[in-house]
């Protein structure tokens, strides 16, 4: 009887043990944004995409079905700002809503490129704050959690009442600078306005090298801005970095700046190439050596239209935050290196 008991006792220890090591299972679904991101993301961590369908009735409404049982689940859901804005916010919304009423135990919201984000405060009178109202509808959707990169301005994190983990593109630009710049050493950083300049000196710093940045000045009304280099890139190779390029207009302008300067290569690098337009054109023409962007948002078409047009990988960087938020693990650890 009482080796029996033992066993029962031990038994029962293993439960409890079992217990305590458990953790909710993890999936991980995309919308239609950017489902080749989450494919990446997915193939990192060892998991398959989950089952979920999106469709649009006559009316254009959109349609989220989630195909499998997330109860009790660590579900995160990839939907990145870019192509249809509106809409894919949208589905991002209702895919988040029908994960928490269908008893996810977590939703997190992995959004590589946050939208609305330089609407980030009020530049004139009755002017919205949308990047606000954008926090707020994705915490009452019921998001728990959001993952995101580079935003445009680090105080949006304030405007949500959930807890937002903005990671940042500096580790993978300092790898990608140091792999295929052979000069990098001896190349100046650029910020092409005066907005980039922390991101821009951060790098700088890990680089140990000379920086500069391109000066806006205003003119008086009905005359042409001018713009003042204060720095030296003579015979150098010149390094702009920004986090968001959109017409590109700022990126152009600011190689011819550096070109009339003396700089005898220029890259400019960005995190989220959003390249509407005419910005292609604009690339083409310009005195860039390459362009280079991360994948937050997909660039596959882009590139073959422009051969200066380089895309980073930051899937990586993503998977070990979701692996990392998953096991309760610190993610300062992705502020300074790049996972391998």
Same mark, same amino acid.
């Given at each position: ?5 033992? /066993?029962?006792? *031990?038994t029962?220890d ?12 993890i999936?991980?679904?995309?919308g239609?944004?950017h489902?080749d991101?989450?494919k ?9 995409l989950? &089952? ?6 006559s009316n254009?409404e ?12 660590d ?6 700002g870019?192509?249809?804005i509106?809409?894919n ?10 994960c ?5 135990? &977590?939703v ?8 609305y ?15 606000k109202?954008l926090?707020?509808?994705?915490? %009452?959707?019921?998001?728990d959690?959001?993952?995101t990169?580079?935003? /445009? ?15 940042y593109?500096e580790?993978a630009?300092?790898k ?10 001896s ?14 000196t951060?790098?700088a ?9 391109i ?9 042409e801005?001018?713009?003042?280099l ?9 390094i702009m %970095?920004?986090?968001?390029?959109d017409t ?7 190689? *011819? ?7 005898n290569? =220029?890259?400019a690098?960005?995190? /989220?190439? %959003?390249?509407?337009?005419? *910005?292609?054109?604009k690339i ?8 280079v962007?991360t994948?937050?948002?997909p @660039?596959?078409?882009h590139m ?5 047009l @380089?895309?980073?990988? =930051?899937?990586?960087?993503?998977a070990?935050a ?5 096991y ?10 790049v996972?391998?």
């Amino acid at each position: 009887m009482k080796s029996t008991g033992d /066993h029962d006792t *031990a038994t029962e220890d293993n439960k409890n043990t079992d217990k305590e090591l458990r953790m909710p299972n993890i999936k991980v679904f995309t919308g239609s944004s950017h489902p080749d991101l989450a494919k990446k993301i997915v193939a990192r961590l060892g998991l398959d995409l989950g &089952r979920a369908t999106t469709k649009k009735f006559s009316n254009h409404e959109t349609s989220v079905e989630i195909g499998e049982s997330v109860r009790g689940e660590d579900v995160y859901i990839v939907q990145s700002g870019c192509g249809e804005i509106n809409d894919n916010l949208m589905e991002l919304l209702i895919m988040i809503n029908a994960c928490k009423i269908a008893s996810a135990s &977590r939703v997190t919201a992995v959004i590589p490129s946050f939208p609305y984000s330089r609407q980030d405060k009020r530049e004139k009178s009755r002017a919205p704050i949308t990047a606000k109202l954008l926090a707020n509808l994705i915490s %009452v959707s019921g998001a728990d959690h959001v993952i995101t990169i580079d935003l /445009h301005s680090s105080q949006i994190q304030g405007f949500f009442n959930i807890p937002v983990d903005n990671l940042y593109a500096e580790p993978a630009i300092t790898k990608w600078i140091k792999d295929n710049i052979a000069e990098w050493k001896s190349s100046v950083m650029v910020s092409p306005d005066a907005g980039g300049v922390k991101r821009m000196t951060a790098i700088a710093d890990r680089l140990d090298i000379d920086f500069a940045i391109i000066h806006k000045e205003r003119q008086r009304a009905n005359e042409e801005d001018s713009t003042v280099l204060v720095g030296d890139v003579r015979n150098r190779t010149a390094i702009m %970095v920004d986090d968001l390029a959109d017409t590109c207009d700022t990126i152009v302008k600011g190689a *011819a700046k550096l070109r009339d300067a003396g700089a005898n290569k =220029i890259y400019a690098i960005l995190t /989220h190439g %959003v390249l509407a337009g005419n *910005a292609i054109e604009k690339i083409n023409n310009s005195c860039l050596e390459a362009l280079v962007v991360t994948n937050t948002i997909p @660039q596959d078409k882009h590139m073959k239209l422009c051969p200066k047009l @380089q895309s980073m990988d =930051i899937s990586v960087m993503l998977a070990e935050a979701i692996r990392r938020t998953h096991y309760a693990e610190s993610v300062s650890y992705l502020f300074t290196n790049v996972p391998y």
